[in-house]
């Protein structure tokens, strides 16, 4: 029987300008609280603004006292303005995920744009 986990998020925060793109978050399709089923959550990144090339990294940052490692989807592609990565989120808790953004991750210091947010995981 697989286990469901609740996850509900607060507003992302971006740090943006300098002419750098903005990152945020798409946690729901807008139809309820975001929720996923034994583990697996797919977390989408939005790039703006529209056509912005380039790559994100995602990072979910792990409760303090649970004892699992950070989750990282390496750089991936931009396609339309979004990047997903889908997380098994193993523990409940409060997790932090933060997205960076590179224009050519291959680049010595790539990352020129983050965002952060907080997820709740619930068992």
Excluded: H
């Amino acid at each position: 029987m697989a286990s469901l986990l609740g996850a509900t998020s607060v507003p992302a925060l971006a740090d943006s300008g300098n002419g750098t793109p903005l990152l945020s978050f798409d946690f729901s399709d807008n139809g309820g609280a975001a929720s996923v089923t034994g583990g697996t959550f797919n977390v989408k990144v939005d790039v703006l603004p529209e056509g912005t090339g380039g790559y994100v990294r995602t990072v979910a940052i792990a409760p303090a006292d649970s004892g699992v490692s950070n989750l990282v989807c390496k750089f991936r592609a931009i396609t339309d303005s979004r990047v997903n990565c889908g997380f098994d989120f193993s523990v409940p808790g409060i997790w932090m995920i933060k997205a960076q953004f590179a224009p050519d991750p291959s680049v010595p210091s790539p990352v020129t744009a983050v965002g952060t947010t907080v997820l709740r995981v619930g068992n």
